[in-house]
């Protein structure tokens, strides 16, 4: 029997050969931040396997390894099955199985005992990046009457908010690379035109594929012409393609950018005609790029200067130019800087609004939540809102964003109040997000509940859980694809949760119930997805939205000349100037720095030469490696035979240096801590630098070892410090001092 | 008409989609390979120029999909490549495509 859409022709679930085939999206868990098509297999209530959907734009088909071998994760003899209260002591493995009901009793118990005793602030929620519920966590937060909602110990909320909080004040808007994403004809669509040039900068995007970016979109623009730009201390597949890579030493980008900036305006070759239309401030910015100098910028950066000449006259040169920058801006100290002296290249260039350049997306539909928490879980009561902990970052409390950092600070001294219990959701911290993992273990004594909600048992709920809910797949789930503005699409449920595995919106709404029945009035994740359809400007149910499986809005280019940005209707952009702000003043008014300047790592081979003598190796970590998503898949055979052990990427010369050979465990380690890991020779890498895996772990390890599945032995983060950058937001991941030795 | 599989390494990322989905589409155990991935260098050339290919090529444990294609459906790893830089077909006609540089063309059992 097939089911049809009488709009697209197109069914969402048919008989083939014996199964029964479900079209979604994809999404989480596991899994990342896209949502590509897939076609679930199922015989007899069971997922068989899943294939690309070739009908989907967005991927056309192809899939990736992960969700090609998702039936590992999803069928992993190691899921979460059932909500367990801890039996012993936190650490130990000894867990007593609960109803539903059990755990949502004893859960409502104990928090509202901390609420009644400390205050609802003392509670925090937390998520981390493995599950989608960006929007909906929130909704936990308000529920509690807590303002304490925060990506769980990431230090200085360092993933795309500095970059989007440097360049948002600017711009106005969110922007994205074009690679044809928002239109479903895509790479055919007469309106489109291939980005003459890709500046692919602080990412691997054909691995990483992050913030709504499949990387391979930037192949398929590499076949029609498009010449790349490549900033990375590594030889990535895409630097090996490209016209230019730049090696720089990690966390020098900013310098680069505005000696790029310093190229193009002495040159002349800045797109004049967009910045006088369109652009506020460009004196001071210009007259700010004397200071950095391609010389100056090569001898920071340690590059040729040629090379930062030549790339800056390409991109300037080039007809149409994007920007696909990633993680390593937020993870230098003062990355908020970084992002923004990156963005000014952009609109330097005029490559805004253009087919193939950056364009600007918005929700589609009105539907905001599925990315953004919307404002209806703000708490209302001013007073409470104003216990948002962020105490020691004045930017941070001027623009209403948490600080991880001040939680983590609260935990350990009470001050200004203790934070008592945590509710972390899709939050793997002692083995991923949190730096300085060892401190947040002991820091997690002073609290007195913690609830994990996950699909495994991860370090951080073996070590610290006092009662684990379990999570659902994808497959077991309906939603709503999100985290990106080209179209509005289902995800599809095939197949029964496992066990007593519920979604997380689920979770969140009945935990929600305990403490806010008005405010969480669903039954069901057909009424929440209702509900969130209901609020944007689309009349569309979520069982209609299946029956297409995918729904694009139109899409315009230039739509600041067109009026289609401002609430006024007037041409230009969303900022107070209706311009491009070289120089922001907003950024100003909230204490930030308002024009892009270049600071030096805290931990450098220039600013702590001391310190280099000891440790004298520039350490970048948590380069993304096919198969995994941060600390996914350790357990999934497949994924796991691609990339067996935790690696630091070194050049053979630097290794010889040390006595290393290839395959040799080594021992990495700086001031803060150490770990072990397997060298793995490179010769496409900075000698002065090297690259570490992140978030490992060893779920093949008996739980009841004492070592929680061997989580400080080979995370890189205990060589990470907790700290931000000046503003509160940023941190060091990516631009550390460490040394290098065999280990035993 | 012998079959082949013409792939197109200037593109080839080396992401190992189409060894997971052989696997996948054929139920093979996770050491079980239908095709497999092969690299090279990186090395570096003239000019600042570098060799670091991935090519992969069919095993013994191909059987060219034959299910797949009798219902005029792609072999699992063309559809599923990312890189969109493998084709499926008759070896005349993928021959007379081998036009550029980094291509190659596996004949198949």
Redesign the interface.
Known sequence: MELKSDQSGRAWKWEEDGYTVYRSNSRTGPGCHDNCGILMYVKDGALM????D?ENPYN??????RC??A?EMIYNPDRLLYPMKRAGKRGENKWERMTWDEAYDYCEKKLKEVSAKYGSESISVTQGTGRDINGYGPRTAKSFNTPNYMPGFLSGFGCYIPRLVSTGFKLGDFVIADYSQFFPERYDDPRWTPPSVIVIWGNNP??ANSDGTLG?WI??C??RGSELIVIDPK?T????RAKY?LPVRPGTDAALAIAMGNVICSEGIEDKDFIEKWTANFEDYKNKTLEYSPEKAAEICGIDKQLIIEAARLLAKANTACLQWGVAFDHSSEGFLTGMAVMDLVALTGNIEKPGSMVIGRPCFGVTDTWNPPDDVRLEDEEQREKILNHKYPALRAIGVISPDSILDAIETGDPYPVKALWMQTNNPLACMGADPKRILKAFDNVDFIVVVDMFMTPTALAAADVILPAASFAERIGLSGHQPYYLGAIVKAIEPLGDCKSDPQIIYEIGKRFDPEGNPWNNDEEFYNYILGKGNLPIKYSELREQTWKYPEFEYYKHEKGLLRADGEPGFNTMSGKYEFRCEMLAHFGLEDLASYSEPPESPVRTPELAQKYPLVLTTGARR??FFHSEHRQS??MR??HPDPCVTIHPETAAQYGIKDGDWVKIENHLGECRMKAEF???LRKDTVSADHAWWFPERDPEDGTFFGTFESNINCLVPMRPGKSGLANSCKSLLCRISKAD | MAKGLLIDYRYCTGCHTCEIACRQEHDYEPTKDGIKLNSIGPTPLPFGRWQYDFFPSPTAFCDGCGDRVSKSKKPACVQHCQAGCMEFGDVSDLAAKLVNEKMVLFTLK
């Open positions: 396997k899943i294939e690309g070739p056309q088909g192809r899939l990736c390894p090609l071998a039936k054909v691995v391979h192949v398929e590499i076949k030889l597949w895409l630097a090996s890579w096919w198969g055979p497949s035979r691609l490179f010769a496409g």
